[in-house]
Nanobody, 124 residues
Framework: QVQLVESGGGLVQAGGSLRLSCAAS????????MGWFRQAPGKEREFVAA????????TYADSVKGRFTIARDNAKNTVYLQMNSLKPEDTAVYYC?????????????????WGVGTQVTVSS
């Protein structure tokens, strides 16, 4: 069993920045691919970014490329999402997820464990 706890959400003005963190339990964190997804009210959950276990391969949704950066610290069992140049359309609950197979795809059902989410609100 893997537990994931997100933190770092909040209210920010458009153009601002936030850094989300996701702390994971378990001794094999470095083998997991980790992903960030988000869900806005009335919308489906959508992929944001993913990173493989070694941290060498990352993928991003087109909507966040160049603005968001995913990173991980395997010594701390933590994955981060640095979000810059935030826009009102980035407003959503952000979830981190673990893929124990280590693939790190953009498909939510490929992930085995999920956090409870953290709210990000971007005001215009």
């Amino acid at each position: 069993q893997v537990q994931l706890v997100e933190s770092g959400g909040g209210l920010v003005q458009a153009g601002g920045s936030l850094r989300l963190s996701c702390a994971a339990s378990g001794r094999t964190f470095s083998s997991y691919a980790m992903g960030w997804f988000r869900q806005a009210p009335g919308k489906e959950r959508e992929f944001v970014a993913a990173i493989r276990g070694s941290g060498g391969i990352t993928t991003y949704a087109d909507s966040v490329k160049g603005r968001f950066t995913i990173a991980r610290d395997n010594a701390k069992n933590t994955v981060y999402l640095q979000m810059n140049s935030l826009k009102p359309e980035d407003t959503a609950v952000y979830y981190c997820a673990a893929d124990v197979q280590g693939v790190g795809s953009g498909t939510y059902y490929r992930y085995d464990y999920w956090g409870v989410g953290t709210q990000v609100t971007v005001s215009s």
